[in-house]
C-alpha cells in the first residue's frame, strides 16, 4: 500500500502587487482571526497584522523563496515554508519585500549564497507560474484548496481536521 504523498504548489492570490490590499476592516482580518481561533489548540499563533501602511501586496516573492528553497530538497523546503507562514502569520513581516523573504530563509538554515542565487536569478517564478496554471486549469480559485486525486476529494478554505481525516482515510481506501 502506498503511503501519503504531499506535494506543495504555489497560488498567488496576486500575480502582481496590489498597493490598494489593507487588512484593518477586511474579510482578511475575519479570516485572520478564524485561522487563529482554530489553530490555538494546537499552539499555533496568528498575531492580527498591526501595521496600517504596510499590508503586503503580493505574495510572489515568497512563493518563489519557496520554490528555490526545494531545489535543496524537501528538508529545506519544510523549514523555509513553515518560517514563511509564522513570519508573515505571528510575526507580521512583509513576506511581500524579497529582503525580508531573504532574512526569513537565512533563518531556515538552507545553504543561503546558493538560495540567494536561484531567487535573485529567478529560478522558482517560472514553477510558481506552472503551479498557477495547473490551479487554474484544475478550477482551483482559492486558498487553501488541498486535492486528494485518489478519490477526487478537494477541500477548499477553513476546514477542520475531521474533515481532513475523513479526507486522507477515503483516499487510503482507493
Avoid: N
Avoid at 13 to 38: H, I, N, Q, S, V
Avoid at 74 to 102: C, M, N, Q, W
Wanted: net charge negative.
Amino acid at each position: 500500500m502506498g503511503g501519503l504523498v504531499l506535494e506543495h504548489r504555489a497560488f498567488p492570490l496576486r500575480p502582481a502587487p496590489d498597493p490598494t490590499a489593507t487588512f484593518k476592516g477586511t474579510y482578511r482580518e475575519g479570516a485572520w482571526r478564524r485561522c487563529g481561533d482554530m489553530a490555538r489548540p494546537d499552539g499555533i499563533v496568528f498575531t492580527p497584522w498591526p501595521h496600517e501602511d504596510r499590508y503586503p501586496r503580493w505574495s510572489l516573492p515568497a512563493l518563489e523563496a519557496a520554490k528555490c528553497a526545494a531545489r535543496q530538497g524537501a528538508d529545506a523546503l519544510e523549514r523555509v515554508h513553515l518560517r514563511l507562514y509564522e513570519a508573515f502569520f505571528t510575526r507580521s513581516l512583509d513576506i511581500g519585500d524579497p529582503k525580508v523573504v531573504i532574512d526569513v530563509v537565512a533563518e531556515a538554515g538552507v545553504d543561503v549564497e546558493r538560495f540567494v542565487a536561484d531567487y535573485r536569478a529567478g529560478a522558482g517564478r517560472q514553477e510558481v507560474a506552472r503551479d498557477f496554471e495547473r490551479a487554474i486549469e484544475d478550477g482551483i480559485r482559492s486558498i487553501p484548496t488541498v486535492l486528494f486525486p485518489a478519490s477526487g476529494r478537494a477541500l477548499v478554505g477553513l476546514v477542520d481536521t475531521a474533515q481532513y481525516r475523513a479526507a486522507v482515510e477515503e483516499a487510503a481506501r482507493c
